[in-house]
Each structure stands twice: as C-alpha cells, then as structure tokens.
C-alpha cells in the first residue's frame, strides 16, 4: 500500500462555463477531484484577483487546497487535466483566458524531476517563462514563490509549508513580495 501524502493545488477560473459562476466553478472542481484516492483536507476561500499577466484577460477567482492521497504525482497531474477538460478547458494559448486552471503546486517536500531542473524552470527569466512551458512535470511549481495569487490562499491551507529548494515557508515567501500585490488579493 502506498504512503498517504499531502498535495496542494491551486484553482483558478476567469471565464464562465456550463452556466456557473466564477466562485461555483471554483468549488466545483475541488468536489469533482475528490474520490477514494484524493480526499480534500482543507481549502481556502475563494479570493478576487487582478488577471494574471496584467491585460490578458478578466480578472481571477483563485483559491488553494489541500488534498491527501496515495496517488504519483502523474496520476495527480493526469486527474487535474481531466477535471480541467470536464469544466472546457482548452490548451491554447500559455497563461491565456480559462474556464479553469488547475496547477499541482506541491507533493509533500519532493522536488521532481530533480533539483537541477526545478532551479532552471524556478530561475527562468520572467519573459521566457511566458513562451515556453516544461515538458515535464515540475514541483514545486516553480513559480508559485512568485504570485500573490497563490501565496495568499495557500497561507490560509499551508502557511508552514517550506519549499524544499528554497527552504522558506509560504509565510516567508508571502512577505518578500510587494504589498500592492497582496493587496490585490481580496477575499469574495
């Protein structure tokens, strides 16, 4: 039997689908990941954030939860896309408009596929990470240390969390960015 491990994954939706609202989608999809094998531990609330880059499109619901599983972290991947296709996600354009987006942030404290790579993708310079996406899954995702839209609902679900390359927690991390950013990230 496979060890029980925690998993923390974060929702994004900024287009309508299926007739619900943006909020809805959001607590849709964490319902729909659930299953024997994904049980949801805690989530936090939902929260009104500015688009993300700055014009491409209206502004966020985002929120973060954290699920427990005996699942690889594929197996998790695989799942996200699968809830992501289910609520009309389409692949189209990088960092575009979406029904939802889904992203595996974390799998307890590994770092796959291995430190060297996780570094590159964390280290990437701001412009290339927009045009080019890894063609393997990278965890810690490695921009999460970045986004105020993900740091300040995973402080309501993992503040202790430490990033196992950075070695700060999502508390230390969420202070390092500018104020104005948090800022903008308001509960609904």
Not at 36 to 59: I, N, Q
Request: hydrophobic fraction near 50%.
């Amino acid at each position: 039997m496979r060890k029980v491990q925690s998993i923390l994954v974060a929702f994004g939706a900024n287009q309508p689908t299926q007739g619900r609202t943006l909020a809805q989608t959001v607590r849709d999809a964490a319902d729909a990941l659930v299953s024997p094998d994904l049980t949801l531990h805690r989530m936090s609330r939902l929260f009104a954030t500015p688009c993300f880059p700055v014009g491409a499109g209206p502004d966020y619901v985002n929120a973060v939860a954290e699920f427990h599983t005996s699942l690889e972290a594929g197996a998790v991947l695989a799942r996200l896309h699968a809830v992501e296709a289910a609520f009309g996600r389409d692949r189209v354009v990088r960092w575009g408009q979406r029904t939802l987006d889904l992203d595996l942030l974390a799998l307890d404290d590994i770092v796959l596929p291995d430190a060297a790579t996780q570094d590159h993708w964390r280290r990437l310079d701001p412009a290339l990470q927009a045009q080019m996406a890894p063609s393997q899954l990278i965890l810690p995702h490695p921009r999460l240390q970045d986004r105020a839209f993900v740091l300040v609902p995973l402080a309501e679900v993992a503040p202790e969390w430490r990033h196992p390359r950075l070695g700060q927690t999502v508390l230390e991390m969420l202070a390092r960015l500018e104020t104005a950013e948090i800022a903008a990230v308001c509960p609904l």
